[in-house]
Each structure stands twice: as structure tokens, then as C-alpha cells.
């Protein structure tokens, strides 16, 4: 079992920046790879980023690449995602999650463990 708890979302003005964590628990945290998913109102959840075990490997949606970067502490069992140069279309609901894998993925459903969320909204 794993238990994932989102801080950090709030309202920023466009170009600004928030940074999200997640913290987790259960589950040795430096045993599976992580991503970030976001749901915007009248659109389907999409994949944000991901970070393999280890913090080697990353992977972006070309949305947010060059603008958002994720990283981990394994030593403090949490993910971040730094989000800069945040849009108006950035605004959603961010969820971490947790893949029992190594490796992760852009793809939800292999996604075994999710938080709760954290709302960002950035205003024009």
C-alpha cells in the first residue's frame, strides 16, 4: 500500500510559479517511479510528468516541457513538480501518483496508488 498527499496548489497569476509536493507513505518510496497527472474542467485527466526510482530518468508532456520540472527526495519519501511560467490553461487539479514499476510511465492506468489532489488555478 502506498499513501500520497498533495500540497502546494493555490492561485498565481500567469507567468508566475507554484511548486507542488507529494508526500508518500507506506510503501518503501525509493522502490517505484512517480508521475503527475492534472484534470481540467470539460477535458479528460492528462499526464504531466513522471520520474523514474531513482530521479535518472524523466519524462514530460510536451505541454509543460521546458516549464515544469519534477524531482524527488528519496531520503524525505516526496515528489515535487516545479511549475514556472504557469498559463491560464494550466489550471486543474493536480494528482501525483505512484507506479509499482521502476521505470514510469505516461500512461494512467498503469498507475497503481493516487493522492487526493491540489488545486492550481492561474488567473490572466
Known amino acids: 500500500q502506498v499513501q500520497l498527499v498533495e500540497s502546494g496548489g493555490g492561485l498565481v497569476q500567469a507567468g508566475g510559479s507554484l511548486r507542488l509536493s507529494c508526500a508518500a507513505s507506506g510503501r518503501t518510496f525509493s522502490s517505484y517511479a512517480m508521475g503527475w497527472f492534472r484534470h481540467a474542467p470539460g477535458k479528460e485527466r492528462e499526464f504531466v510528468a513522471a520520474i523514474s526510482w531513482s530521479g535518472g530518468s524523466t519524462y514530460y508532456a510536451d505541454s509543460v516541457k521546458g516549464r515544469f520540472t519534477i524531482s524527488r527526495d528519496n531520503a524525505k519519501n516526496t515528489v515535487y513538480l516545479q511549475m514556472n511560467s504557469l498559463k491560464p490553461e494550466d489550471t486543474a487539479v493536480y494528482y501525483c501518483?505512484?507506479?509499482?514499476?521502476?521505470?514510469?510511465?505516461?500512461?494512467?492506468?498503469?498507475?497503481?496508488?493516487w493522492g487526493q489532489g491540489t488545486q492550481v488555478t492561474v488567473s490572466s
Open positions: 501518483a505512484a507506479d509499482l514499476s521502476l521505470l514510469g510511465s505516461k500512461v494512467q492506468y498503469e498507475y497503481d496508488y
